[in-house]
């Protein structure tokens, strides 16, 4: 088995020893594993953090497969966080990684112990569920991203990071500011999103998958009924928006 030394190499030529032991020490957790989560989860691996946390109910569908990394056709059925550690195991077999095949919501929050990460990566996209982590991830020290939506979108350059409060272009962003207004309870702090202001129109129909994960997991918990409408969706929009979230996420870690 290579040494962590050995894995790294790279990463230590360019950031340094001193900011690779930082990252490697880094307490990290990624909520939500699927278009844009699974990519910055690697994405994160790859570059050094040692201590990960990946969260996510849903299984491995078919219609996964376009943009998921972990998503193959035999994982197809399989709980995504589970088809995600061992994929990164493979990768670092030096990581340490805690796979949560849980939802996030106010009922479950305070047993993730956020405030005990460094950093805390919002790749979800239920929207009650995604406002209450971004409240109470803002009520911590930890560095904070977020991923805005990335369905309907072709064109990667228009991918972007900014604070929250000055995303355009949005629908996401605008409906979550929407709801923080309407509720009264605002984030306590400013932090980062990925987004994209492009908004293309769907020009197929939703097609019904024979292997639903719905169908293979019964005993799932039921955050796909949360989700949002829908949407078309491409990889190289959805791994981008993953690895600049993670490229954020190592920047503020490393001190770079």
Not at 53 to 77: E, F, H, K, L, W
Not at 166 to 175: D, I
């Amino acid at each position: 088995m290579p040494e962590t030394s050995q894995l790294f190499s790279r990463t230590s030529l360019l950031l340094g020893n001193e900011a690779l032991q930082r990252l490697q020490q880094s307490r990290v957790i990624v909520f939500g594993v699927g278009g844009v989560g699974s990519w910055c989860a690697e994405s994160l691996v790859r570059s050094g953090i040692g201590h990960l946390t990946i969260v996510d109910s849903d299984c491995v569908d078919v219609s996964n497969i376009n943009r998921q990394i972990m998503a193959t056709v035999p994982n197809i059925g399989r709980p995504k966080v589970e088809a995600l550690k061992e994929r990164l195991l493979n990768i670092n077999p030096h990581l340490h990684i805690n796979a949560l095949r849980m939802v996030y919501d106010r009922t479950t929050a305070a047993e993730f112990h956020i405030e005990d990460y460094d950093a805390i990566v919002d790749a979800i996209d239920s929207l009650a569920e995604k406002a209450d982590l971004i409240r109470h991830a803002c009520r911590t020290k930890a560095c904070f991203v977020s991923s805005m939506g990335t369905a309907r979108k072709m064109d990667p350059t228009r991918l972007q990071r900014a604070e929250f409060w000055k995303v355009k272009g949005c629908p996401l962003a605008r409906a979550l500011r929407e709801r923080f207004k309407r509720e009264k309870d605002m984030p306590r702090r400013k932090f980062l999103c990925v987004f994209s202001d492009e908004v293309l129109p769907n020009r197929g129909e939703v097609s019904t998958s024979p292997h639903s994960s719905d169908a293979a997991a019964t005993d799932a918990p039921a955050w796909h009924a949360r989700k949002v409408h829908t949407n078309g969706s491409l990889s190289h929009i959805t791994a981008m928006a993953g690895l600049m979230l993670a490229g954020t996420v190592v920047q503020h870690l490393a001190d770079f």
